[in-house]
């Protein structure tokens, strides 16, 4: 058996502050001077280890606190509160919430699940990815050891088209050609971002974690310098310039290519791979209710990898979107439908925002996936979106240094990679191949809505 | 001559009460003026401590600001008011250095004042100018003008 996929985790601590959910109002006016102030008393010695960020004005108060509470019931003239942070509040928007950006602070940091205490208070269903449950019924007891114990999981998944029936020759030797076919220990590739400070800083981290975690980096042609080029083993170039500009040399350090679906992706796709016949071509559609019937055409036209991109909040383009985890169903059952669907590659990306995403987008039907805004945010991003504005980030993101970056991607993809173990396990499945398109094992809530009361309100 | 024209870095603490929209209203003076000027978003100007104002003079902020409701309109009743007391004590603090205690100043909203925070910095910084750059400034820790 091969070794287990393992990501190496390690500390690394914010740059800034956490915004965190609540904070410490303590009023300095009408304090009684007690012989022994209730801040003393703190076990954590917040208020002695008290510090300022002066670029943020952030007191460490509030992300030291362990709220306890102690110091809030025990100060006699009651001059200590604790509110909600309305900073937090104002975190991100309605799709990445605060809760989303927090929990993806917490994950770049530790390379830990995060764990919220006993039982699920959240709501029961909500819009998106919320609205579908994945089955669990495997889980009859605690494992002896844990995801990382004996049991084996494979994340692992191939990019690239496939054979569907070997030839072989008189002498029993293969003669059909097989495809290229790249593997990836991860489902998981990293995109383009829809918003980014300026500067070769975040690429670059993203670079250095995709040769750590083993997988790829989308980088722009446009975007590609000398310090880029050192990375074209880990990076899948996306042609957004003159093809022609792409000489042989260069192609022969990728393993895959992105060309944008425009009028004849399939003639691009042919003359790269006159070039390099290893390579893999990956086309970047972007989702829309005719997605099914173009992914259709390629595939028959020989396309080898379709990659489906949404828009950061997973939805596709048209007067009335739907969610990527419907068009992407809408998609791959179509191909099923067809006959084709295992000849090709499948990668979803857009709105992908926590690690359920990632299993769940697979159950309806990618291979693969692509993520974006979550490795910004891993990297302290609020989601403000003040660098598309030209306003300066509020946590510097321009000059993050691109190893610590790496590191808290590396953290929150071992956190993801853990947690879609837990999901297979739970499932009873072995392998993150086998969860494909896998819908038996997952139930819709928009689905169950219709079953249960489509009847209802009907006369005779 | 004006704040503006007169090349000083502003700071502004506010209560966000006054603008719900506080966040989306103060880009456009931040983008025009880039790291020249500072909004330090509170969640009640009673939340203003001494160690804030000070932290901002220090890190390069020739001018300080905290802007806050009008006096008998704090939602948490007398939080503008601790803070009026917080922002005397540090300008004698300041003048006791021998830096202008014109430099940390408090405004509490009026009814002619606008609404939005972008456009109340926008006031201010046409307000004439009574202190110069700070001498605090040239050895500040720089995180001001850096970040």
Same mark, same amino acid.
């Given at each position: 058996?091969? $070794? ?6 390690? %500390? ?33 010695? *917040? ?29 006699? &003239? ?6 909600? &942070? ?51 019924? /495997? ?59 300026? =500067?070769? &800083? ?22 590609? &310098? $000398? ?21 042989? %040399?260069?192609?022969? @350090? ?64 048209? @007067? ?15 191909? *099923? ?42 990297? /302290? ?10 306003? @300066? ?6 000059? *993050? ?16 990679? @853990? ?8 499932? =009873? ?10 819908? =038996? ?20 | ?39 330090? #978003?509170? #969640? ?25 409701? #009008? ?45 939005? +925070?972008?456009? +109340? ?8 100018? !009574?202190?110069? +750059?700070? #001498? ?10 850096? !970040?």
């Amino acid at each position: 058996m091969p $070794p287990k996929y393992h990501i190496e985790t390690s %500390q690394a601590p914010n740059r800034f502050p956490k915004i965190t959910r609540s904070g410490i109002i303590a009023w300095e006016e009408g304090c009684l001077k007690c012989a022994r102030c209730v801040k003393k008393d703190c076990i954590y010695q *917040v208020y002695e280890k008290r510090d300022l960020d002066d670029r943020q004005m952030l007191d460490s108060l509030d992300s030291a606190c362990m709220d306890c509470f102690r110091c809030v019931q025990n100060c006699p &003239n009651r001059l200590i509160h604790k509110g909600l &942070n309305p900073a937090y509040r104002a975190l991100g928007d309605h799709y990445w919430t605060p809760e989303i950006i927090s929990e993806l602070w917490f994950q770049a940091e530790s390379g830990r699940i995060p764990v919220s205490g006993a039982g699920y208070g959240g709501p029961f269903s909500g819009p998106g990815f919320d609205a579908m449950w994945t089955d669990m019924s /495997e889980i009859v007891r605690p494992t002896r050891d844990g995801i990382h114990g004996r049991e084996y999981i494979s994340t692992t998944v191939d990019i690239g088209r496939k054979a569907m029936a070997l030839e072989f020759g008189p002498g029993g030797e293969i003669v059909s050609r097989t495809p290229p076919v790249v593997e990836i220990p991860l489902p998981v590739i990293f995109d383009m971002l829809p918003w980014a400070p300026p =500067g070769d &800083n975040i690429p670059l981290s993203f670079l250095y974690g995709a040769l750590a975690l083993g997988t790829f980096a989308i980088v722009r042609q446009s975007a590609i &310098n $000398p310090i880029i080029r050192e990375f074209l083993p880990y990076a899948i170039i996306y042609v957004d310039g003159d093809p022609g500009s792409l000489h042989a %040399q260069m192609l022969r @350090s990728l393993k895959i290519i992105e060309v944008p679906d425009g009028e004849d992706p399939i003639a691009l796709q042919k003359r790269f791979k006159s070039m390099h016949p290893e390579l893999v071509v990956m086309i970047r559609l972007r989702l829309s209710p005719g997605a099914r019937e173009r992914s259709l055409y390629l595939i028959e036209q020989g396309a080898e990898v379709l990659h489906l991109v949404a828009d950061e909040y997973g939805l596709e383009g048209g @007067s009335d979107p739907l969610f990527i985890k419907e068009r992407m169903k809408d998609v791959h059952l179509h191909l *099923v439908d067809r006959g084709v669907r295992d000849q090709v590659t499948l990668i979803g990306g857009g709105g992908i925002a926590m690690a359920e995403h990632m299993a769940k987008l697979i159950i309806c039907g990618a291979d693969a996936l692509s993520i974006d805004i979550p490795l910004l945010v891993s990297m /302290e991003c609020r989601v403000c979106r003040r660098c598309k504005e030209g306003i @300066s980030c509020p946590v510097g993101l321009d000059d *993050v240094d691109p190893l610590w970056g790496s590191l808290r991607i590396r953290n929150l993809m071992a956190a993801w990679h @853990s947690q879609l173990l837990e999901i297979l396990g739970a499932m =009873g499945i072995r392998e993150a191949r086998r969860l494909r398109g896998e819908m =038996g094992r997952a139930m819709f809530f928009e689905d169950l809505e219709k079953e249960i009361f489509a009847t209802m309100g009907k006369r005779g | 001559m004006d704040q503006k024209t007169a090349g000083l870095n502003i700071a502004i603490f506010f209560c966000r009460q006054l603008d719900a929209n506080q966040d989306k209203n103060r880009r456009a003076i931040e983008k025009e003026l880039g790291l020249r000027i500072r909004f330090f #978003p509170l #969640p009640c100007s009673g939340r203003i401590e001494l160690l804030h104002l000070l932290r901002a003079i220090e890190a390069g902020a020739d001018v300080v600001y905290l802007v806050a409701c #009008p006096e008998g309109a704090c939602r948490y009743r007398e939080g503008n008011l601790r803070a009026k007391r917080r922002i005397m004590f540090a300008q004698k603090l300041i003048e006791e250095i021998g830096l202008e205690g014109a430099r940390i100043e408090m405004v509490n909203k009026t009814a002619e004042m606008p609404a939005d +925070i972008g456009a +109340i910095a926008m006031e201010l910084l046409a307000r004439d100018a !009574k202190v110069s +750059i700070s #001498p605090v400034r040239s050895n500040a820790v720089a995180s001001f003008i850096e !970040k």
